[in-house]
T-cell receptor, first 116, second 110 residues
Framework: ETGVTQTPRHLVMGMTNKKSLKCEQH?????MYWYKQSAKKPLELMFV???????ENNSVPSRFSPECPNSSHLFLHLHTLQPEDSALYLC???????????????FGPGTRLLVL | TQLLEQSPQFLSIQEGENLTVYCNSS?????LQWYRQEPGEGPVLLVT?????EVKKLKRLTFQFGDARKDSSLHITAAQPGDTGLYLC??????????FGTGTRLTIIP
């Protein structure tokens, strides 16, 4: 399998549930990202990991908890979410951060999340 | 805060017509990318540019970048239904991250 994969593709959860989103990249990249995509809003960067270290937390509520066990895998743990958290959650990877021209991001297909 | 505005927000045209969409920044950018996102998928890179004033062509798509490095346009010739999707511009302002625009949702009617 190649590229960036995300599971599950669709998720419906109640506000009291705990779930996790998984992302895996097979591109040998060193940076991984979580984005939130809502209707009528730009892609919102949530978290950035560079060489497994978190380098960015874009003021994301603590009910979202990322985990990056290695450069190929990224998780987003979800608990006590709100209906307004319903969105498409996209994972991306890039070869490196900080170098102009190396910031191309390769996206997974996303997880469509609905919080009831 | 850097802002990226894309226009129009929505565009629906007949197959075979030409169209142009725009991306404008409030700040100078280091590099620029255009992505296309089809329904049910993540964005896919179309082009990257790092030189102001540059023009790049990708088949029927022509990307133009402003000399001042604050704006860009995407022109599609003879649009086809396969061009339908959300077009996103993304700038690197030199802070190691990409900032995405609001997007133009394009629909090509057969």
């Amino acid at each position: 399998e190649t590229g960036v994969t995300q599971t599950p593709r669709h998720l419906v959860m109640g506000m009291t549930n705990k779930k996790s989103l998984k992302c895996e990249q097979h591109l040998g990249h060193n940076a991984m990202y979580w984005y939130k995509q809502s209707a009528k809003k730009p892609l919102e960067l949530m978290f950035v990991y560079n060489f497994k270290e978190q380098t960015e937390n874009n003021s994301v509520p603590s009910r979202f908890s990322p985990e990056c066990p290695n450069s190929s895998h990224l998780f987003l743990h979800l608990h006590t979410l709100q209906p307004e958290d319903s969105a498409l959650y996209l994972c991306a990877s890039s070869p490196l951060m900080g170098l102009v021209g190396e910031e191309t991001q390769y996206f997974g297909p996303g997880t469509r999340l609905l919080v009831l | 805060t850097q802002l990226l505005e894309q226009s129009p927000q929505f565009l629906s045209i007949q197959e075979g017509e030409n169209l142009t969409v725009y991306c404008n920044s409030s700040s100078v950018f280091s590099s620029l990318q255009w992505y296309r996102q089809e329904p049910g998928e993540g964005p896919v890179l179309l082009v990257t540019v790092v030189t102001g004033g540059e023009v790049k062509k990708l088949k029927r798509l022509t990307f133009q970048f402003g000399d001042a490095r604050k704006d860009s346009s995407l022109h599609i010739t003879a649009a086809q239904p396969g061009d339908t999707g959300l077009y996103l511009c993304a700038f690197n302002f030199g802070n190691e991250k990409l900032t995405f625009g609001t997007g133009t949702r394009l629909t090509i009617i057969p």
